[in-house]
């Protein structure tokens, strides 16, 4: 596969795939300015909860580059500011804030004595984040080979990939790994309304991995499961609470209750930066609501009649029970997840 | 409410109010000749099990004016065929076939001696089909009565209503009823894809009969239990064999597992004369496939990359364990069905 870049940092410009316009056109936007990074968060020119983690770094160094701050004092709060605005773009994933925090603590390091020191750190840090998550993702596929079967039939929700997550995917990942690992794995790909990531998005990637995969309505996943056998599903997190509740993209629950009612396997994989164990249950996971237009509209068609109500919860928050296991860069959790996560979190690699 | 056509009998030809342009246009397409008829029933012109049954009885009326035969003998042999090519537009609701039987049957009566005796009988056959549609819908919602709590938040799918039915519905019917009665019910709109009939058809006539609605993706219906509290899901069925299994839009059966892991009750509305209790169980349900574009498409919307493939059910199987009551026109069956339905079926009113 050719490696598609998501984020590019490119002449003191990041530079996003636009994935509001693929699969049909690859074309990517610049940005100078950190309160149009925060804006192409919120309209998901990028998406995926490490991707925008990543994003919000560059966009923290561009903050620093913009600044008219004339000591690191005054560079430091024109960057909390920036972080303010960064992290009030999308509320759900814990990556934002995780990416934001880190950059901010780097930026506040003693050391670092002049403001064009803090810039290049910034810079650093972001890069460094970017590595860590193109390392992560690997090593979730490394270690998810155990739990995938030769031969297995796979449902995935939403989009996971490089386009996600900056590189290789996480729960994207875990099937690219089966491939690629030679396991003849068959692919469902849930469409994943309102914003049809899957089906706009994950077919992309994988028909560049040559992974074979099929398309279904998100509803049709029960009747595949019931129908022609299923093996496990695979799903990313845009929060894993200290519990094992994760929080993903709309309509991973009703994939998890589907998984449940016929025996199939429900893995999430996810960073470790996914995981928040500061949050104690789902209960407390802020579900960011988007706009009407998502349901109400496909492209430029209008679907419902005019005025009509529209409820459009972005996430849902799949309880830990029915997750059999969490699948990181430092291995795999298993229940009872307060005991493995922390372990996996705190205990390092 | 102003009661819209769905299907109209007028001057010798059959009028159908082309459901594809709702919500944003009101259209009647016009048939003179069954074979178009069938062919609006495949593109789903109009569709719902009990629409689709009356509109094949207009068409048998519409082929027996068509039909050159000098004889009866002729004459009944240009129907059968008829019926065959009728039959064979949709392969999942049996009312289809409920329909084309009866007719059949009416024509075969001996006492219809000429060709001209034999096409009045079809017609007036064909109105007594949708005028006992019609009064089956009423009787569904007065039974459902008794099942809907006052302020109850109910989760529908697909679409049951006039435009399913020919008049005021099934499930939606039991919505109606409700709200008629005083009840001051919520109604969850699953959009259901692939075709988005609750997005387009459901929203627009519970628009015109005001009650209060809101359109969610299907991937939600868990979220918004686990979250909102739902005391009921109401659905339709385009086929319900002996046991209870009910073939229903892709995407019932997803619905049905969250209301049982929620513990919401869970009902199926559906006429008499969707009924099958000559297939013994769901497995035997033929599923039909529908056309990739379905999926890769919303109107002119491509979604999907080029090539991608797709599954298309158009149905799935709910399984009777699921279901906590069938509301007919004759009472409310409860399990086990296979008593039930047989009582309802067989023992008349």
Known sequence: MDEYQVIVWEEEQLQLLDQRRLPHE????????????????????????????????????????????????GLLEDLERAGERLRAARPTAVNLSYAIDRVLERARKPALETVEAVRSALLEEAHAIYEDERRANRRIGEHSLELVPQGASIIHHCNTGALA???????????????????????????T??????????????????????VIVDGASGHVMRTHGVHLCVVGA??????????????????????????????????????????????????EQRPDEEVTHVGEVQITPDGTEVRNPAFDVTPASYISAIITERGVAYPPYETSLRRLVLGGE
Do not use: C
């Open 26 to 73: 690859v074309r990517y936007n610049s940005y100078e300015d950190h309160g149009e990074v925060a804006e192409a968060i919120r309209e998901m020119v990028v998406r995926g909860a490490p991707a925008i983690g990543i994003t919000a770094a560059y966009g923290m160094a561009l903050a620093a580059r913009q600044s008219a701050a004339a000591d690191v004092a």
């Open 165 to 191: 997550t900056g590189a290789y995917g996480t729960a994207l990942g875990v099937i690219r790994a089966a491939h690629e690992a030679g396991k003849e794995i068959f692919a469902y790909v849930d469409e």
């Open 193 to 214: 309304r309102p914003r049809l990531q899957g089906a706009r998005l994950t077919t992309w990637e994988l028909q560049r991995l040559g992974v074979p995969h099929a």
């Open 238 to 287: 845009d929060r894993v609470v200290a519990n094992g509740d994760t929080a993903n993209k709309i309509g991973t629950y009703n994939l998890a209750l589907a998984a449940r009612a016929h025996g199939v396997a429900f893995y999430v994989a996810a960073p470790t930066s996914t995981i928040d164990l500061a949050t104690p249950s789902g209960d407390a996971i802020e579900i």
